[in-house]
């Protein structure tokens, strides 16, 4: 079936460190690819979105590019700060599965100051 | 205003109690979502509306039931509550059936 897998946390980094999160993704068709922030004791929000393969999508200094040759959709951000520690899902919808999007299991990151 | 707001936020109570969940946004969006966060933060899918009606409905107990009054409310109402319930339970919604959605704060649900 459609899914996505990211890599395992929790990842702890210091402050002004170069942030990788791995996500690659399993799909029948030609998916829409999302990152989502969920931070503390809030509900998810979406950081980015790409729709078609070489897109790149950026928000807040994160970015991703989708990878059709190589599935993948890696989130990255050059400089972390403390206001970044929160947990990032890898997310991707289908139109032929209505939209539903199906949500990889979440990294927590950490960043210290 | 909050968006996609829900209540209550917490939620305690005993195995076999009936309990709900209300959600209300404010967005205009069509489509209204149930999600389920377990423990370990994984997100799954429960239930979809769109303009009133049914149109993802996963593998879920039916003593979990999904109300949409009106496309701005989707409530869940719980039966005979479980410990395997026990989770944080999230309400979303989107415009038409597109996947940008917009996440209430969670309801945590704590069942003893």
């Known amino acids: 079936g459609d899914s996505v897998t990211q890599m395992e946390g929790p990842v702890t980094l210091s402050e002004e460190a170069f942030l990788t999160i791995n996500c690659t993704y399993t799909?029948?068709?030609?998916?829409?690819l999302f990152w989502y922030v969920q931070y503390p004791g809030e509900g998810l929000q979406l950081l980015l979105k790409?729709?078609?393969?070489?897109d790149k999508g950026s928000n807040k200094g994160f970015e991703a590019t989708y990878r059709k040759e190589t599935t993948s959709f890696h989130l990255e951000k050059g400089s972390v700060q403390v206001s970044d520690s929160a947990v990032y899902f890898c997310?991707?919808?289908?139109?032929?599965?209505?939209?539903?999007?199906?949500f990889g299991a979440g990294t927590t990151v950490t960043v210290r100051a | 205003d909050t968006a996609v707001s829900q209540t209550p936020k917490y939620l305690v109570t005993q195995m076999g109690n009936d309990k709900s969940i209300k959600c209300e946004q404010n967005?205009?969006?069509?489509?209204m979502y149930w999600y389920k966060q377990d423990s370990k933060k994984f997100l799954k899918i429960m239930f979809s509306?769109?303009?009133?009606?049914?149109?993802i409905n996963e593998t879920v107990p039916n003593r979990f039931s999904p109300k949409s009054p009106d496309k701005a409310h989707l409530n869940l109402h719980i039966n005979s509550l479980e410990l395997g319930d026990s989770a944080v339970y999230f309400c979303?919604?989107?415009?038409?059936?597109?996947?940008?959605?917009?996440f209430g704060a969670g309801s945590r649900l704590t069942v003893l």
């Open positions: 997310a991707l919808s289908l139109s032929s599965n209505d939209y539903k999007l199906s």
């Open positions: 790409a729709t078609k393969a070489d």
């Open positions: 967005l205009g969006h069509d489509t």
């Open positions: 979303a919604s989107s415009q038409d059936r597109q996947a940008n959605l917009t």
């Open positions: 799909a029948t068709g030609y998916p829409s």
């Open positions: 509306y769109n303009n009133k009606e049914l149109i």
